[in-house]
């Protein structure tokens, strides 16, 4: 379950981001870029180690 809490916010912070690509500022464009791509690289870890978890059940 707290796997599933941290795949959604990830996803939630990912969506909210998006409004600073959308800005005018260079600052916050590339700041919402950097917060993006932290986002995936972190959904990205939790999914890997949900797979572990599901692999060593099996």
């Given amino acids: ?3 599933i809490l941290k795949v959604l916010a990830a996803i ?3 969506t909210y981001s998006l409004h ?3 800005a005018e500022n260079d600052l916050l464009v590339f700041s919402g870029l950097a917060v993006i791509l932290a986002a ?3 959904l990205f870890r939790e ?6 978890q599901l ?3 099996l």
């Fill in 40 to 42: 995936i690289y972190f």
């Fill in 20 to 22: 600073l690509v959308n």
């Fill in 55 to 57: 692999k060593s059940k």
């Fill in 47 to 52: 999914l890997d180690l949900i797979f572990e």
């Fill in 12 to 14: 939630v912070v990912i």
């Fill in 1 to 3: 379950m707290q796997h």
